[in-house]
């Protein structure tokens, strides 16, 4: 009998244990039940039934717009503030962070709940503006994830560059198109993954700021899994992924160059 | 070192072994799966209802049991859990269109998980004695004798506030479309509800014709529930269509937001269960002093239930003792008083709770509850015409949510199972839940969105390859 020897190896069973219960087993149970119908038999069915269905398209493009759209926000909010948080003469920059940081800390679904409230009082309530409520709350649970990797990427900011390109003649706005601009692209590209992906997925955000009249992916699946569907629920969740995986494909030749999603999260 | 962990391996499975040896002491157990908030749990002083009913059975028979008590928060979750198969069940709490899918499982014998076992009447002293006449006679209408006995029931109908809104036009569902309370109103986020004023829309003519007919009110339930339950494709569709129509005049749906949301004077007009109906007009009452009523449309008032259903394999001797226990009158008023809902218990001791709640002597309105309680009462409780009734100031309020006047509750129409149109409906509803936003405008954003993306895409490598070309033309010019 060999002797079973107990190397460093061992200590990544836990973890290889994990990942085949909860990561590969779902999702491959996620994928037999998206092509499988009610019997069992092998179908693509749902698939045609999702694609046929105006509902759904018409879900797919909503959650993207608003994905982009809180995405771009969101940038151009956290952009700005994230480089004056880690500019040199920032005075106390980790008080500063730990104000933006902060609304992390308490509850999202009470965080939500109280929005919806602070909103109907200055009177954007969800229920005659159920798209610019979203979005608001949406900017407003997202932006700490802009402003973190932002900031991580720009506290790396190689300020004798920016004064290089002064001294060798740049105005501010190009100093800042090419030379700030480039160099903090890989985290623009991290903040944009963070929120895009999650943004189109969410769900309670959605229910909560635009009293349910409006509807995301992650609504729909919801929805689907709700009612017991679970094939129709399944491909819903089969396209998302795919639409993540395209996402995470196009964005993998920025990431490779600086990885700044370890922050202090 | 392969010592200790082969030790630390022996002591695991030790412990997790002794877990399993030492549950298993031979105690009957009896396992109920319930909805949330659905008994009465007791407090310091007193048991609860369950586990009052342990120790009454211990007396009885001298055998000890124990209840495993589950909960689930919605029909389908608790579905789901039973088609795994995984979790045997002695009773289990569904609402009506879901005993109605359990029986048709058991008859076809098409779902082993959901087949059900059958009641014996005879062992089920207090429901033969004290269920109220009008709920036996439903749910004899609707062909759940035999495999179900009532637990609650209720309507389906609008919570308003009498400051803002005019009490005739809670009388019919068009208020869900009315201009009048544009932003005010809030619909449940369920298509089963949502149904009920969307196919009122579609047949109101027919509903209404319906009163001229001189219909038995047994009979002028069957049609107005085949009018309300119909999903013929054409009839989906409409509903459909009567609710997107609906959607830019409400201010949105909901599941429990409602409740706390017309107190705070957000909304006017709320789609309620009753029993909820009842909590928020308390609710409203103590805590802001709000007046709020309760109304259920005429045109397409709905009623439902929740009952016991005994799944096969269940131990039947323990499951009926224990729905017996539950249709005692005193333990009715128990439940009730716990949780705010209307048992389909009658009775003595019911009747005094209603009577203790709602009763004022000087009481404007004089309710006639004879369909409800009949035969139930002891003899002093009749007046001289061999009536039930009830003088009371709560008419409209949360003495109708709780005990709905005859004429309500004889037109009372079921929502059935949608069946094999569950799921047309379903692509109807998601339809109506997705964006009220015309297919042209969305493309032409996602068009300018992809256009932006290749602008920034191509300036951005602009300088390479302007860099690239210059090298170019530096490299032609070498040679």
């Given at each position: 009998m060999s002797k079973i020897k107990f190397t460093r190896k061992w200590l990544a069973l836990p973890y290889a244990l994990f990942m085949i219960l909860?990561?590969?087993?779902?999702?491959?149970?996620?994928?037999?039940?998206a092509f499988t119908d009610a019997e069992g038999n092998f179908t693509f069915n749902n698939l045609l039934t999702f694609f046929g269905n105006g509902s759904s398209i018409n879900t797919i493009l909503v959650s993207f717009i608003i994905g982009v759209a809180n995405t771009v926000i969101c940038l151009l909010i956290g952009y700005p503030v994230a480089y004056f948080l880690a500019h040199r003469d920032m005075k106390m920059p980790a008080v500063m962070m730990?104000?933006?940081?902060?609304?992390?800390w308490i509850n999202f679904v009470l965080r939500t709940a109280a929005s919806r409230d602070l909103l109907f009082w200055i009177g954007i309530n969800g229920g005659e503006y159920p798209y610019l409520a979203t979005m608001i709350g949406m900017v407003y649970n997202y932006l700490p994830f802009v402003i973190l990797p932002l900031y991580t990427t720009m506290t790396k900011l190689d300020y004798s560059q920016i004064?290089?390109?002064s001294d060798l003649g740049?105005?501010?706005?190009?100093t800042f198109t090419k030379v700030i601009l480039p160099m903090t692209a890989p985290g623009i590209v991290s903040a944009a993954t963070m929120v895009f992906m999650p943004t189109m997925s969410s769900f309670v955000i959605s229910d909560v700021m635009g009293e349910r009249k409006l509807s995301l992916i992650g609504n729909s699946i919801q929805l689907y899994f709700d009612q017991g569907l679970w094939h129709m629920g399944s491909i819903v969740a089969v396209v998302m992924l795919l639409l993540i995986a395209i996402g995470m494909f196009a964005t993998k030749n920025v990431q490779k160059e600086d990885d700044v999603r370890g922050t202090m999260l | 070192m392969m010592k200790r962990f082969l030790s630390l391996l022996l002591l695991s499975v030790l412990v997790?072994?002794?877990?399993?040896?030492?549950?298993?002491?031979s105690e009957r157990v009896l396992r109920v799966y319930n909805w949330q908030d659905y008994i009465d749990e007791g407090d310091d002083e007193t048991p609860s209802v369950l586990d009052a009913w342990a120790e009454d059975y211990y007396a009885r028979t001298g055998e000890k049991v124990r209840v495993q008590y589950d909960t689930f928060e919605t029909n389908e979750t608790m579905l789901n859990t039973l088609k795994t198969g995984k979790s045997q069940y002695d009773l289990v709490c569904p609402s009506d269109y879901v005993i109605q899918k359990m029986i048709a499982a058991t008859e076809n014998g098409t779902d082993d998980n959901l087949a059900l076992e059958k009641f014996d009447y005879s062992k089920l002293e207090n429901y033969t004695n004290y269920a109220s006449p009008y709920i036996k006679q439903v749910f004899g209408e609707n062909g759940f004798d035999g495999y179900a006995v009532g637990y609650m029931w209720g309507t389906v109908g609008i919570i308003y506030n009498p400051e803002y809104v005019d009490e005739e036009d809670t009388k019919s569902w068009e208020i869900m479309w009315n201009p009048k309370y544009q932003n005010r109103i809030t619909l449940k986020d369920s298509v089963r509800d949502a149904y009920i004023p969307a196919m009122s829309a579609v047949y109101r003519e027919q509903i209404l014709a319906l009163d001229g007919l001189g219909l038995s009110s047994a009979e002028y339930r069957k049609r107005l529930g085949d009018l309300m339950n119909s999903t013929a494709s054409e009839d989906i569709d409409a509903a459909g269509e009567a609710l997107k129509s609906m959607k830019d005049n409400i201010y949105g749906l909901e599941v429990d937001s409602g409740k706390t949301d017309i107190v705070a004077g957000k909304i006017h007009i709320n789609q309620a269960w009753s029993g909820d109906a009842a909590y928020a007009i308390y609710e409203a009452e103590e805590t802001a002093g709000v007046q709020l009523n309760f109304s259920v449309p005429e045109d397409g008032g709905s009623v439902w239930f929740d009952g016991w259903v005994m799944p096969k394999g269940a131990d039947t001797e323990l499951a009926h003792d224990l729905v017996n226990y539950l249709c005692a009158p005193e333990v009715a008023v128990r439940n009730m008083d716990y949780i705010g809902y209307?048992?389909?218990?009658?009775?003595?001791?019911?009747?005094?709770?209603?009577?203790?709640?709602?009763?004022a002597e000087d009481g404007e309105h004089t309710v006639d509850l004879t369909y409800y309680f009949n035969g139930t009462l002891s003899e002093d409780y009749y007046s001289e015409d061999g009536k039930i009734l009830v003088q009371t100031d709560e008419v409209g309020r949360m003495f109708s949510a709780q005990y709905p006047e005859e004429s309500v509750a004889l037109r009372g129409f079921i929502m059935r199972d949608f069946g094999n149109k569950n799921e047309e409906v379903l692509t109807m509803w998601a339809g109506f839940k997705s964006?009220?936003?015309?297919?042209?405008i969305l493309i032409a954003i996602f068009s300018v969105i992809i256009l932006g993306a290749v602008a920034v895409f191509l300036w951005f490598t602009k300088p390479k390859r302007d860099s690239a070309r210059r090298r170019k033309e530096w490299l032609a010019k070498q040679k």
């Open positions: 909860f990561v590969v087993i779902p999702l491959f149970l996620i994928l037999a039940y730990l104000l933006f940081i902060m609304p992390m004064e290089a390109a740049a105005r501010p706005r190009q | 997790l072994g002794c877990f399993s040896a030492c549950g298993s002491e209307t048992s389909i218990v009658a009775g003595d001791e019911v009747f005094d709770y209603v009577l203790e709640s709602y009763s964006n009220n936003i015309a297919p042209e």
